[in-house]
């Protein structure tokens, strides 16, 4: 029920045209705000310098396509926003086939799949075409009427922030994506996910406070840093880059760059007791925002799971990563992942032992009061081996390392033996 949810979300996403800036950036964090009625719109003008960036123009798109003499369309914007390239100059021209295939991108190990192309930074115009198609095009005996309908004008980047206060100020930092038009794993999947997961966090106690944000993938997070570096620095304990939530091949996880942050940690204590076969790939490969939230001087605790990682799936970066390919399931799977490390990160903390030496189980309704073999295994070892491990040193999370046991598990227990006296909460 939950992943039927968040795909129809995903649907009403799908068909609008995003980039790094314009309307549907705002268009897409509108409709995010009816599910998180709290999440506030920012805005950082074109020209506004942010780090060793700059915020370019802003981008907007109205039609785009190419025609014959006849009138036939062979290019049509409006059936695929994929096929203007992203930030295009407008444009209005009869060119050769000649001509416009110097102005064409296409894929020729993918000749039915329209490719993701983008030129935010240098001004230039393009369509994206399916290969085969490209080569019917080259054959065309007549021109082509080239038009792109857009504007390029002193405007903004938007990005979306959501802040759920706790009850510390130590934050964890949730960061996903929204400039990516009609691409469904990467990366509608990402803030659908964060979306769902951010109400969930709402409805609930907060021990840690939590900073949702729906940005422009790459300019966003630079734009948000150079705002905000040292208040990040000073109270992120944790993060995560949420990022293709949505298939059901794979699970990922992608380390933050120093590799055993808290983060880290409870990342791969997760997909350990509940995703089987699970790949972890090298910071080497990084290509999101974890890039700018962990580059030396911010060096921030934020890592990523996802199902199939960005660059490994055929589909990626195409028109192929459509609504199909992201399923209720794979949706629904990895928001109860992010709840489990979540889950763990605001549970984890450091006890101790109250009494010296093993402690008398039994007088306290936690032993067997009959002994045989293997009324000692199971709940009972598990909880022992917490005993005496709960030293003011280890934490919760690094325990149920050593115990091998789910951390939900072993919070349980924990609170169990508090509860009886025999554990102290020390510290965070």
Known sequence: MMGRSMHALLSRLYPICRSLTGEGVRRTLSILREYLPGLEIREASSGTSCLDWTVPREWNIRDAWVEDETGKKWVDFRQCNLHAVGYSAPVDAWLT????????????????????????????????????????????????????????????????????????????????????????????????????????????PRRLTYRALFIPETLGSIVYLSRHLEALKAKV?????????????????????????????????????????????????????????????????????????????????????????????????????YKLCLEALEGNAVWRATRLGEPQLGKRGLYPTVSFAGSAEGWVRD???????????????????????????????AEKLTAAGLLAYSSD
């Not at 469904?184 to 997961?197: C, H, R, W, Y």
């Not at 880290?264 to 925002?289: K, N, Q």
């Not at 491990?389 to 072993?410: Q, W």
């Open 97 to 204: 086939p000649e001509e416009l295939d110097a102005c064409l991108y296409s894929l020729p190990e993918q000749p039915r799949a329209i490719p993701y192309v983008t030129s935010y930074y240098a001004p230039r115009w393009g369509f994206c075409v399916p290969h085969e198609l490209r080569e019917k095009m080259k054959k065309h005996p007549g021109r082509f009427h080239a038009v792109i309908d857009s504007e390029l004008k002193q405007g903004s980047l938007t990005y979306g922030e959501l802040a759920l206060p706790g009850e510390t100020d130590r934050e964890v930092l949730l960061s996903t994506y929204i400039c990516h038009p009609s691409m469904a794993n990467d990366n509608l999947s990402g803030p659908v996910t964060m979306a769902f997961l951010a109400r969930w966090l709402s409805e609930r």
């Open 237 to 337: 304990v944790a993060g995560y880059v949420l990022t293709c939530c949505g298939d059901e091949r794979a699970w990922s996880f992608l380390p933050s760059r120093a590799g055993n942050s808290l983060a880290d940690r409870a990342a791969r204590h997760v997909l350990s007791h509940h995703t089987p076969g699970w790949v972890e790939y090298s910071f080497l490969t990084r290509g999101s925002d974890e890039r700018n939230w962990c580059a030396p001087g911010v060096d921030l605790p934020v890592a990523s799971i996802m199902r199939s990682k960005y660059g490994t799936f055929p589909e990626y970066h195409t028109s192929l990563d459509d609504l199909s390919l992201v399923t209720d399931k794979g949706l629904s799977e990895a928001l109860e992942v």
């Open 383 to 413: 909880m022992k081996n917490i005993l005496a491990y709960s030293d003011g040193e280890h934490d919760l999370l690094s325990i149920a390392e050593l115990v091998g046991a789910p951390f939900t598990r072993c919070l349980e227990i």
